[in-house]
């Protein structure tokens, strides 16, 4: 028989109006905030022992879903504190199998998994927090656990928690109510005191990662924290005694999450340290998780190379939070079409504002489709953050304005002023749900809208024109930086001209390979740009399409950043123009080298101010600051408008 569950008490504060999922409950209960400060949220981090992949990232967009339902539909606002497990044992034994410090790995994929959750638009948590800057007061918890008895030390030089002890003065398996009954039947492993027990410190021989750490009755012991001990120690760093919402993936339910409890209501003396847990479902492919032991995972960049952070987003919706999720590419192809219906949607309501669509609906039918979407979202969004359904509401809204907009066979009404308001209003309410859900509704927008075709593929030339001029400079041969060309000379005389030549390509690489990159963006798209030296041409396969051409004038504007910070030494450099200044004028203080370093790649600056002027000379807004660049692709004319 299922063991009994736990007592639960409903937290004091605000009623929210949103039911949750509980997996203290397994029921639905209501979201009560206490409503004079944040939600406190923990929720459990990656262990930063190699590259994050989307099945990773699949928990975290869920969870970012979830914040900006409670933020930006119910005002519910939160701190949301992630660890980041920086000590274990795959890290101890990724490290040396690389050979590399614990601490540069942990680093490096520290700032991978950021990188990675900022490229996919996934909101930071408000704090990040480190296991290995926190040991002590790791250390500390488990003292205060010893002495209350629910921590003992072991013949292997561990410290345990006494799984037995805690099952006599408090509810266990909250969780997973059975799972103590395989541990009664295991066999006890040595050094503990009963199969369920689990480390708090683990013993680390002289060679290993650790910390020496001076034990009451005990002396000093050197180790590290186990895995389950560090989030019950963060989480009193930063919310004390108590957390609102625990999160995580459902694979942490048990052993960690369990465990996660037994340890804090023994140290707290609580008997519900935290008030609601809630479980992410899993990314998984053919059946079974994504993972790098199995070999099915995708890497954030080779996603982001075919899919958008939109597109991401709107597959972590395609099931609810809890729910597991399929990658295939059939999944992503239906993200897509899903965002095809509000791309869709606002190019017929740009048209119907442009004359070109009139209503055969009352403003008064609109309007009351509106009012029980609005109805319909909310109440989705309320039981249990159900965006899926939700969704498919903002869908449906989309569809019955469209069928209304036009209709083949019936005689078009004349346009009236509440017509136009309605049609607004609904596109409006999109609009602002989809921002508020997390995404990018530059995608919901026409840039070409106002825009001449002769001016579209002037710029497009222009662009093409810029490329030519790098490409000449960096190739040494139609035209060439001859400040350097006379420095490697200065530096090499006995060196032939053709390896002054190669040498010149050598340094200017740099250029050479952003220009490279352009190149595979553009055709990427669509486009492709032809022919060598000034000869070069933009083929655009028969016209422009508007998002492709968006998405061209984009990687053009990041291109040519990348030509300006090089030629300015600002963010990325020429390593070797540098290395010969310095060889050369040994002298010279960094700013006078740095002086003579733009002064020789000027020519690729002047050549950057060209593409801008020509490109305000057809109507576009083109800016500057430092070495940053915004191009409005609407004309100045409606941009004053």
């Given amino acids: 028989k299922r063991a009994s569950l736990p007592p639960w008490k409903q937290p004091e504060g605000r009623d929210t109006g949103i039911v949750v999922r509980n997996s203290l409950t397994r029921t639905h209960v209501p979201l009560y905030v206490k409503s004079d400060k944040p939600l406190s949220w923990y929720m459990c981090g990656p262990t930063v022992y190699d590259a994050t992949h989307i099945g990773h990232a699949h928990c975290y967009m869920k969870f970012d879903i979830v914040r900006k339902i409670l933020r930006n539909f119910f005002g519910v606002d939160t701190r949301l504190v992630v660890n980041f497990t920086d000590v274990d044992d795959k890290i101890i034994t990724r490290s040396e199998v690389l050979n590399i410090p614990v601490l540069e790995l942990t680093t490096k994929y520290e700032g991978d998994f950021l990188d990675a959750i900022d490229a996919l638009k996934i909101e930071r948590a408000d704090e990040y927090i480190r296991v290995t800057d926190h040991v002590p007061a790791i250390a500390d918890y488990i003292q205060e656990l010893i002495r209350k008895g629910y921590a003992y030390h072991s013949e292997t030089g561990d410290i345990n928690f006494h799984s037995q002890k805690f099952r006599k003065d408090f509810h266990s398996g909250k969780l997973q109510p059975n799972a103590h009954k395989n541990s009664d039947k295991a066999k006890t492993p040595y050094g503990k005191k009963h199969a369920a027990d689990f480390a708090l410190w683990k013993f680390s021989k002289p060679s290993q990662l650790g910390w020496d750490i001076e034990w009451k009755d005990v002396g000093v012991v050197r180790g590290r924290p186990g895995w389950h001990i560090e989030c019950s120690t963060l989480a009193k760093i930063v919310f004390g005694d108590h957390v609102s919402i625990h999160t995580g993936g459902a694979d942490l339910k048990f052993p960690h999450h369990e465990n996660e409890i037994a340890q804090s209501e023994a140290y707290h003396n609580s008997q519900q340290w935290v008030d609601y847990f809630m479980h992410g479902g899993t990314l998984r492919v053919d059946g079974s998780k994504m993972s790098k032991s199995q070999g099915n995972y995708v890497s954030v960049s080779d996603f982001l190379s075919i899919y958008t952070p ?287 370093y733009r002064k020789i790649t000027a020519p690729y600056l002047s050549a950057s101010d060209t593409v801008r002027q020509n490109l305000n000379d057809r109507g576009f807004d083109m800016k500057d600051a430092g070495s940053d660049s915004m191009l409005d692709l609407r004309p100045k004319d409606k941009l004053e408008e």
């Fill in 310 to 596: 939109n597109e991401f987003r709107m597959m972590c919706m395609e099931s609810g939070y809890a729910q597991d999720c399929d990658y295939s590419t059939e999944v992503m192809e239906a993200a897509r079409f899903r965002l095809y219906h509000f791309t869709t949607f606002s190019c017929n309501v740009r048209a119907f504002l442009e004359g070109k669509l009139q209503p055969v609906v009352t403003p008064a039918e609109l309007m009351e489709k509106l009012s029980a979407t609005e109805k319909s979202f909310t109440k989705h969004l309320a039981c249990n953050f159900c965006i899926t359904a939700a969704i498919n509401n903002l869908i449906s809204l989309a569809l019955f304005t469209e069928t209304k907009l036009f209709v083949v066979g019936q005689k078009a009404a004349e346009t009236l002023p509440d017509q136009i308001t309605a049609v607004n209003a609904i596109f409006s309410y999109i609009e602002d749900s989809l921002r508020r859900l997390g995404f990018d509704v530059a995608f919901m927008r026409n840039p070409l809208e106002g825009i001449d075709q002769a001016a579209a593929e002037g710029a497009m030339v222009d662009f093409v024109a810029f490329c030519t001029s790098v490409r000449n400079l960096s190739d040494g041969r139609a035209s060439r930086l001859e400040g350097l060309i006379d420095l490697l000379r200065e530096a090499l005389p006995s060196s032939t001209d053709e390896h002054i030549i190669e040498k010149y390509r050598e340094i200017t690489a740099p250029y050479a390979l952003a220009l490279e990159d352009l190149l595979c963006k553009l055709k990427d798209r669509g486009y492709a740009v032809k022919g060598a030296g000034s000869e070069s041409t933009v083929d655009l396969n028969g016209g422009l399409d508007q998002h492709a051409f968006e998405g061209a004038m984009a990687d053009f504007m990041e291109f040519r950043k990348s030509v300006r910070d090089l030629s300015t030494c600002r963010g990325s450099q020429l390593d070797g123009l540098l290395d010969i200044l310095r060889m050369s004028s040994p002298s010279s203080s960094e700013k006078q080298i740095l002086k003579r």
